[in-house]
């Protein structure tokens, strides 16, 4: 039934699935990116683009999992690299608010 899940070891599929969780932050840093807009002598323009690229980063992760996925018969370590990236980001976030 599910053939796909054969093809990549496990290890593989526990990356992915961590990297997906990173995604679960994504409300905090929404509200977090609202206040950019508190600096009344900014560039509006420049805070549009910082509030956009914030809120972007859910697409970015699945667009990784996607390239990691694609370039996994190619290179098994640049995969495993890529999946790794969203977690670290998400611990680094993690400590960065409560620390």
Do not use: H, R
């Not at 950019?36 to 970015?60: E, K, R, T």
């Not at 690299?81 to 980001?89: F, N, T």
């Amino acid at each position: 039934m599910f053939k796909f899940l054969k093809e990549k070891p496990t290890l593989f599929w526990v990356l992915t699935i961590l990297s997906l969780t990173s995604i679960l932050l994504w409300p905090i840093v929404f509200y977090m990116s609202i206040f950019v807009f508190d600096d009344p002598n900014a560039n509006f323009w420049f805070q549009c683009l910082i509030f956009g690229a914030m809120n972007s980063y859910p697409l970015i992760i699945i667009l990784d999992i996607g390239i990691a996925n694609w370039i996994w018969k190619k290179s098994k370590i640049i995969s495993y690299l890529l999946l790794l990236s969203p977690i670290i980001g998400a611990v680094w976030f993690v400590l960065e608010i409560f620390s």
